[in-house]
């Protein structure tokens, strides 16, 4: 029954901005951490961003000061911030809580 959704990908030129948001059903969330994955064809899939349940963030480098990664308990939902992108974040992103996994979705930044 619990389930990730993710929305918000989409089609934008490098130096634009996307947010994306994973609401989660059927379970409420608050005490477990939440993360950000993404994986473009042919390479392995790639962990983001990362919010504990106390809001203390961690990021990949090469994200660092691009993108903000944030949750709202109350809603069940986490969002990633992503701006200034760049065509090497063309990926399908993936929202992560303890062992379960969303659905993705497509981000695509052209140049």
């Known amino acids: 029954q619990v389930q990730l959704v993710e929305s918000g990908g989409g089609l934008v030129q490098a130096g634009g901005s996307l947010r994306l948001s994973c609401a989660a059903s059927g379970s409420a969330f608050s005490i477990y951490a939440m993360d950000w994955y993404r994986q473009a064809p042919g390479k392995q899939r790639e962990l983001v961003a990362s919010i504990t349940s106390g809001g203390s963030t961690e990021y990949v480098a090469s994200v660092k000061g691009r993108f903000t990664i944030s949750r709202d308990n109350a809603k069940n939902t986490v969002y990633l911030q992503m701006n200034n992108l760049k065509p090497e974040d063309t990926a399908v992103y993936y929202c992560?809580?303890?062992?379960?996994w969303g659905q993705g979705t497509q981000v695509t930044v052209s140049s």
């Open positions: 992560h809580v303890f062992v379960i």
